[in-house]
Nanobody
Framework: VQLQACGGGLVQAGESLRLSCAAYGRTSSRFHMGWFRQTPGKEREFVAAIRWSGGSTYYADSVKGRFTVSGDNAKSTVSLQMNSLKPEDTAVYYC?????????????????WGQGTLVTVSS
């Protein structure tokens, strides 16, 4: 499975941005996708995840209520709608995926990774 992310950019605080990630390859009903982000000198942190089958979602506390993750099974695409962006949301965002069927916030539980896309939020 290959992942391709897009949608990053520069916005001002309070504005919105939408990231998308397309999955190419064979996926199963146990497939799930997640978003992580990383800033220089820090560990890559979990942002949100969604299970392909059933659509259950999970969010980091720091983005809960502002970010929404959604999936389009027919297009094998997952999106991350980011509203009310803050300067501290500035990071390189990565989409990730796994076929274990276990929705996880742990980076090592994801097998497939897309290239990062930079999100910059100015104050």
């Amino acid at each position: 499975v290959q992942l391709q992310a897009c949608g990053g950019g520069l916005v001002q605080a309070g504005e919105s941005l939408r990231l998308s990630c397309a999955a190419y390859g064979r996926t199963s009903s146990r497939f799930h996708m997640g978003w992580f982000r990383q800033t220089p000198g820090k560990e890559r942190e979990f942002v949100a995840a969604i299970r392909w089958s059933g659509g259950s979602t999970y969010y980091a506390d720091s983005v809960k209520g502002r970010f929404t993750v959604s999936g389009d099974n027919a297009k094998s695409t997952v999106s991350l709608q980011m509203n009310s962006l803050k300067p501290e949301d500035t990071a390189v965002y990565y989409c990730a995926a796994d076929q274990s069927g276990i929705l996880s916030t742990v980076r090592s539980r994801y097998t497939y990774w897309g290239q990062g896309t930079l999100v910059t939020v100015s104050s």
